[in-house]
């Protein structure tokens, strides 16, 4: 009888803990809120993003216009990441969705902007 008690919780435990181990889950505070690691890493996004917008308009891949306006979304994306971490208490899962979804939706706009089918000598 112990064998095979021993064998049952052995299985379960492992079983338990498969699936488990498998899911990714944000970590949160006591509030609920994701954790300061995630901002940081929504900040390494936009900031690659803002470098990547620079570049294409030092090599004139884009318009004077398109540059203006992606530089200013992506200020905005700052902004509002900025507002939602400083305080200390992180953001909730919502807001992290949100700036998230903001910043895919620029990288698309970017990719759009620079296949337009402009030529590379395209001057300002």
Excluded: C
């Amino acid at each position: 009888m112990r064998k095979i008690l021993i064998a049952v919780t052995a299985l379960a435990s492992m079983t338990a803990i498969a699936p488990a181990s498998a899911q990714w889950v944000p970590q949160r505070n006591a509030y609920g809120q994701v954790n300061q690691g995630q901002a940081r890493a929504l900040q390494v996004r936009v900031d690659r993003l803002q470098r990547q917008i620079a570049q294409l308009g030092q090599r004139r891949l884009i318009t004077r216009n398109e540059f203006n306006n992606l530089t200013s979304q992506s200020r905005e994306i700052e902004q509002r990441l900025y507002r939602q971490a400083r305080d200390g208490r992180g953001f909730n899962q919502q807001e992290a969705n949100n700036i998230e979804r903001r910043i895919v939706m620029l990288e698309q706009r970017i990719a759009r902007d620079v296949r337009d089918g402009r030529q590379r000598s395209y001057r300002w």
